[in-house]
C-alpha cells in the first residue's frame, strides 16, 4: 500500500475512533431471585497517567468487590489503553467482568508489507475473526478452568437495524476515504458451561463485539477492525437464577468514562504519527501528552457524552426487552436495578438503595448518613 493511501487511512481511522463507542450489550435471563433489599454504590477505576482522573465508573452491590485497572499496552499503539475489572460477590459464586472498549486492535491485508504497514497504523496484524471465536479462544486459553462447552451462540439478529444504522453513519463519515468499501460490526452472545477451579459447576453468558472496515489498497483488500467490548456473567450454575438480575445490573450501571476515552485515542494518534515503534519510547511520549490531552478533552466533555450516548442509543435496540431489570430515576440521571423491587431511595457518592419496604426511609434510619431522595420507576 502506497504511502499516501496509508496516510489517508490513519486519517480516516483516528475520524472514526471518535464516533465510534460500543455500549456494553445486555441479556435477557429467567427471571431471579433477588434478596428483599439491595444497597448499589458507585466506584470509580482510575488512570494516574491521567492523574488519577476517572476511566470507567461501576456500579458495585454493597458487600461485593471490585477489581480493575486501566491498563496501557503499547502493542496496541492506535488504543493504547483499555479498562479492565471484575466485580465479584463477597462468597465467590459469581462474577461480573469487563474489557475495554477494545482490548485489541488489529490490521490485515493482501500486501507482502501487511506487517510494516500494521506497524504503521499502531495495529496487530492478525486476520479478521468473528466475536464468537474470540470469545471461544479467550475461555479455552484460561488454564484455570475445564470442561469448557459452548452450548449456544445467539449472533442478535434482533439488533440488526441497529447495526445497520451504525454502519451507514460511519460510512457516511469516512466519505470513501483511502479506498473504503464497506464497514460491518458483529455481535454475539456465548452461552458456556464450564468447571470452576474448586471443581463447582458454572455457567456463564459472554458478550463479543468486532467492528471491521474494509477498502483496497494497492495490493487488494484490506481490514482495520477493533475487538470488544468483551463483557462476562458468571456463576456456579445453582446459583445463576439468584444472581443474574444483579450481575445486568452492574452491567447497566456501569460505563468508560469517554473524555478518558478520547483522550487516550488521542495519545494513540500522537504515537501513531510520529511513528514511535519502540514501547518504552511510546511510553514516555504518552506520559509527556497525558495531562494535556485529558485537560483537552476534557474542555469538551459535554460534546464526548453526547457521542457516547448517542451511539448506545444505537446500540441499545435489542435491550429494551430485558425482563428481569428495572430502570429508575433519580432526577439527575437513569440507573439499572434487578427487577421485582417496588421502591429505590438514591443517596450521596452515588448510593442506590432498592427495596420492597414501603416503610423504609433511610432518611429516618441509622445505618444511613446524608439525604436521601425516593426515585422512579421509569416505564418501558
Known sequence: MCGKSMKRVRQVIVMLSVCISVSAAAFAFAAPNTPDTIVFETRHITDPMFGGAAAATVTVPKGWTLEGKADWNYQNKAEPAYVGFKVKSPAGDAEFSFTGPHPAVCYFSQSPESGREALQLGRLLIPPMKPEDLTKMTLESDKTISNVKIVKVDKLDGNAAAREQLRREILAQSGGGAGITDYQIEEAITYVTFTAPDGAPCESIVYNSAHYMYGNGVYGQYCVWHLGPYVAFTAHSAKFGEYAGIL?????????????????????????????????????????????????????????????????????????????????????????????????????????????????????????????????????
Open 248 to 380: 445486568a445490573a452492574i452491567l447497566g450501571g456501569s460505563k468508560i468514562d469517554p473524555v478518558w476515552e478520547q483522550a487516550m485515542k488521542n495519545i494513540g494518534n500522537q504515537i501513531v504519527q510520529q511513528q514511535i515503534t519502540d514501547a518504552h519510547i511510546a511510553a514516555m511520549a504518552a506520559q509527556r501528552a497525558a495531562q494535556a490531552a485529558y485537560s483537552q478533552s476534557d474542555s469538551r466533555r459535554s460534546t464526548f457524552e453526547r457521542q457516547s450516548e448517542s451511539q448506545s442509543n444505537v446500540m441499545r435496540g435489542w435491550t429494551n426487552t430485558i425482563t428481569d431489570t428495572d430502570t429508575w430515576s433519580d432526577g439527575s440521571g437513569s440507573h439499572t436495578a434487578p427487577s421485582g423491587y417496588d421502591y429505590g431511595w438514591s443517596g450521596p457518592d452515588g448510593q442506590r438503595i432498592h427495596t420492597n419496604d414501603s416503610s423504609f426511609n433511610p432518611n429516618y434510619s441509622s445505618d444511613y448518613s446524608g439525604d436521601w431522595s425516593q426515585m422512579e420507576k421509569i416505564p418501558w
